[in-house]
């Protein structure tokens, strides 16, 4: 064996010495995203949180520290839209949540026929635009040439304030909300169920277990991972609802239907108080923030 010589060590030391510096290649190719995620992601959240501390007085931008967050909490206005995006929270998500697990239990039996083409017909609403479904309710649920009121017309019913009465609205906008999101829901659902073992229902079976039964202790507690999945989306998604309520009502009549999406888009671009929406978005934050945890402590895997 020939021993190499201080030069021939050089050599390849000039040789390697260049391959050192493929450390750098992954960060040049995350350069652009990092660029593109600090300028359009991270610099808006810290400058968001910087204005949150000022307040437009005679048009100039006067540091107040807290002073928006206090304001924030003796604000009517603000209660009503919490109050209201609370309602929907409350009542049109569960009631959503149930209807999509249902529909993919349906979609998922081996008696339907057609099944794909079931499954995109119900997750067809969730590729329709916010604005164009939102126009398209408007104008089905208008109370004098609304689709729905001329049907309603025809068994002798009488027409229906959808949009202008107070309680209807609320009706009207959770309507809307259901039929957009009912199918990706129940999509979501469905993944989940079809990775279930066939063998678990045949086991309920063998031991004589009715449909209920089987549900209830078979679907449903393999089912929670994707409950809580959806859960946690359908909350963040109530809670910065925007588009419906705006296209539908504007947020009316009479801030009926005023959630904290549209009551931040007013005090923005309506009222140009830049630094108190801004507080109202970082009090949804923390808000979407603790209820995500509560989901995940009550609906998450418990040892």
Sequence with gaps: MTTPTPRTLARAGKAVRPGNRRWLAPYLFVLPALILFGVFKLYPVVWSFLLSLYKSIDGVQTFVGAGNYLQLMEDPLFWTALGNTGVILAVQVPVMLALATGLAVSLNSTRLRGRSLFRLGFFMPMVTGLVAYGIIFSVLLNKDYGLVN???GLTGLGAV???????????????????HYTGYNAVI???????????????????GAGLWKTFRHVTLPNLRPALLL????????TLQIFDEPYILTGGGPDNATL????????????????GYASAIAYTLTVLI???????????????
């Design 189 to 207: 659902l469905l993944g989940r169920l079809q990775t279930v073992p066939a063998e678990l229902y045949e086991a309920a079976a063998m031991d």
């Design 161 to 179: 304030p959808w949009l202008t009465d107070p309680l209807w609205a609320k009706i009207s906008l959770g309507l809307a909300l259901t039929w």
């Design 150 to 152: 001329w049907l309603l």
């Design 289 to 303: 923030g603790l209820l995500g945890l509560v989901q995940f402590r009550v609906l998450g895997d418990k040892p």
């Design 230 to 237: 959806t859960t946690v989306l359908s909350t963040i998604g």
């Design 259 to 274: 959630t904290i999406g549209v009551y931040l888009y007013q005090n923005a671009f309506k009222f140009f108080d830049f």
